[in-house]
């Protein structure tokens, strides 16, 4: 089965502070997707990025940076110089299925910046 | 604004009702999504429409009944529901069947408080 961690339940920064959400998962398939997703209090999930298993490349947009390393199992997400406006739940998902339409998603991690 | 709509917003009916949630897109999307997400969980698939055609339904009670008229719109009817529903639905419409090749697109859900 497939499994995704967030350890994290809560995080609390000060506005301008880096935060780094981890996300560990597991997976016996050879192909597959991870992403991460955020969840304001409004509700939607908004998609932030989508990575394959045969890209290990860092990416880089704007604030927003993330780390994945098929070595631990991990793909971890940084916010840099943080904002209230990035308060919100996040979800790390893994892809998975016949036909990788379904998404298995980490318990979420409540991230509160304060001013 | 988020390219999935989802009408409509909060919901209450009496556990003898028979009602249903629309959700629509018009970005082209051949794959669409329900999800059920309670209270400070993550969200958990339902049902997978795949070119109009029920692919995945993850167990859910008869009382949960998806239906999908046309490749922009899907519905979920709901009858003789337990308190227990009470909870976040969740459209999302992704290009294709394969999360893996595209990211799903989320509404804002509907909330629904059963009586």
């Known amino acids: 089965a497939q499994k995704v961690t967030q350890a994290q339940t809560e995080i609390s920064v000060v506005e301008k502070e880096d935060v780094t959400l981890d996300c560990v998962y597991e997976?016996?398939?050879?192909?597959?997707?991870l992403f991460w997703y955020k969840q304001p209090p409004s509700g939607e999930l908004v998609f932030l990025i989508r990575r394959n298993s045969f890209d290990e490349q860092n990416e880089i947009s704007g604030r927003y940076s993330w780390n994945f390393q098929k070595s631990t199992s991990s793909f971890n997400f940084t916010i840099t110089a943080s904002q209230v406006v990035d308060s919100a739940v996040y979800f790390c998902a893994l892809s998975e299925g016949q036909y990788g339409n379904k998404l298995v998603f980490g318990a979420g991690t409540i991230l509160r910046v304060k001013s | 604004d988020t390219e999935v709509t989802q009408t409509p917003k909060h919901l209450v009916m009496g556990m003898t009702n028979k009602k249903s949630l629309k959700c629509e897109q018009h970005m082209g999307h051949r794959a669409m999504y329900w999800y059920k997400q309670k209270a400070k969980k993550p969200p958990e698939l339902m049902f997978v429409y795949s070119y109009e055609k029920l692919s995945i339904n993850e167990s859910v009670p008869s009382r949960f009944s998806p239906e999908c008229p046309n490749s922009s719109l899907l519905n979920l009817h709901l009858h003789a529901l337990q308190p227990e529903d009470s909870a976040l639905y969740l459209c999302?419409?992704?290009?294709?069947?394969?999360?893996?090749?595209?990211?799903?697109?989320f509404g804002d859900g509907t909330r629904l408080s059963i009586l």
């Open positions: 997976t016996r398939d050879t192909t597959y997707y």
């Open positions: 999302a419409s992704s290009q294709s069947n394969s999360v893996a090749r595209q990211p799903q697109h």
